[in-house]
């Protein structure tokens, strides 16, 4: 049984398509509140999903917890679905499971959000952090950019030739580089009372810094603070 959806007509999910058959989809699958789940999808339609993974041979589209609930038992990659998605809550990545952004895919962590990846990041589009990324993975920075001015990243990140980390400081933390504002930094070697502080990016000093003794504020190359 084959259902096909005209172009400029919307099915919208917000339950389960189980689907046994086919869709030939010229217009909008909306699948943001529900679930598609396996058979033969085709045509040059548009699907909504935050994210899509492959679970026993079967494809499924819907939001990134359903994908992290179906795979983390037996491990696989969850790809974001649509050009941007914005993490305002909790959201942990389980180890041997892999979270992947392709290239012009934007990822943000909103002020207040927390991304916990103790599985695998694979950045081939960009993240913006205001919050907080942390835990015991591994962020794959092989092509895309991570923007971490105003939050803190704290996962080990491995960076490509065409990796970049855009964050204004960085310091070292159990043998793992963070990323974040030169603020945060002066708040954790205040707090540890040593370690080394490197500016990576121009900044404006607006109020007065206390450097720590014992404490080495490297400034890269370039780099101007004012």
Do not use: R
Not at 128 to 147: L, P, R
Not at 171 to 182: A, H, N, P
Not at 183 to 198: L, R, S
Request: hydrophobic letters at 35%; glycine letters at 14%.
């Amino acid at each position: 049984v084959e259902l096909t959806i005209p172009q400029d007509v919307v099915l919208k999910n917000n339950g389960t398509i189980d689907n046994n058959g086919s869709i030939c989809n010229a217009g909008v699958i909306d699948n943001m509140a529900g679930t598609a789940i396996g058979g033969e999808i085709s045509g040059d339609g548009q699907i909504n999903a935050e994210a899509v993974w492959t679970n026993n041979g079967e494809t499924y589209y819907g939001s990134i917890e359903e994908g992290i609930e179906n795979v983390k038992t037996s491990g696989g990659t969850i790809t974001l679905n649509n050009e941007t998605f914005v993490v305002d809550g909790d959201i942990t990545i389980p180890s041997g499971v892999t979270l992947e952004i392709p290239e012009g895919t934007k990822m943000t962590v909103a002020q207040g959000g927390s991304l916990v990846n103790n599985g695998t990041v694979k950045n081939d589009g960009e993240i913006t952090n205001h919050g907080n990324i942390a835990g015991d993975g591994t962020i794959n920075n092989d092509n895309g950019t991570i923007n971490s001015v105003n939050g803190v990243v704290s996962n080990a990140i491995e960076n490509g030739d065409k990796g970049k980390v855009i964050a204004e400081a960085s310091w070292e933390v159990d043998g793992v580089i963070v990323y974040g504002s030169f603020e945060k930094a002066i708040e954790f070697v205040q707090t540890q009372g040593t370690g080394k502080i490197v500016i990576n990016n121009n900044i404006v000093i607006t109020s007065d810094v206390v450097i720590p003794k014992g404490v080495i504020l490297e400034i890269k190359q370039g780099v101007t603070v004012n």
